[in-house]
C-alpha cells in the first residue's frame, strides 16, 4: 500500500509571503516570489486585500531571473501599491517589464457561480 510521503518545513520569518515563498523553494523545490498586502479601515475592517505569485519555470534564463529579481526590487510595498489603487495588470506590468508585451494584455475575470447543472457546465 502506497505511503504518501509527508514533511515539515519550519516557519523562517513569520511573514506570510516570504515562509510560502520559503516552503515551495524547500519542499516543492520551486523557485518563486510572493508579495502579499492587507489595506484596512480605520476601525481595523480589512479594506483591501490582494497578491502576486511568480514562479520561475526550470527552463528559464539566466536573463529572465535577471529581470524578474530587478522587477520585483522596484515593485515595492503589495500594500502601498494596493493602497494607491496600483490595478492587477499595473503590477503584472511591472513584474513583467522587459520580458513580455503587456501593454496590449488584457486580464479579466468573470466568476461563475452555480447551479451546478452539466448542460450548464458546458459553456464555461
Known amino acids: 500500500f502506497y505511503k504518501p ?5 519550519p516557519i523562517s520569518t513569520g511573514e506570510v509571503a516570504e515562509d510560502i515563498a520559503y ?3 524547500a519542499s516543492e ?17 480589512v479594506k483591501k486585500a490582494g497578491g502576486w505569485h511568480v514562479q520561475v519555470l526550470p527552463m528559464a534564463s539566466d536573463q ?4 524578474l529579481e530587478a522587477n ?4 515595492g ?4 501599491l494596493l493602497a494607491n489603487g496600483t490595478s492587477t495588470i499595473e503590477i503584472a506590468r ?3 517589464s522587459g520580458l513580455a508585451d503587456v501593454k496590449t494584455a488584457t486580464f479579466e475575470l ?5 447551479p451546478c447543472v452539466d448542460s450548464d457546465l458546458d459553456s464555461r
Not at 29 to 45: C, F, K, P, R
Not at 77 to 80: M, P
Request: charged share 10%; glycine share 14%.
Open 72 to 75: 520585483i526590487g522596484l515593485l
Open 64 to 67: 529572465t531571473l535577471t529581470f
Open 110 to 114: 468573470k466568476p461563475t457561480y452555480g
Open 29 to 45: 523545490q520551486t523557485n518563486s516570489a510572493i508579495g502579499l498586502g492587507v489595506v484596512l479601515n480605520e476601525d481595523g475592517s
Open 23 to 25: 516552503y515551495l523553494a
Open 94 to 96: 511591472e513584474l513583467l
Open 77 to 80: 510595498s503589495t500594500t502601498s
Open 5 to 9: 510521503y509527508t514533511g515539515v518545513v
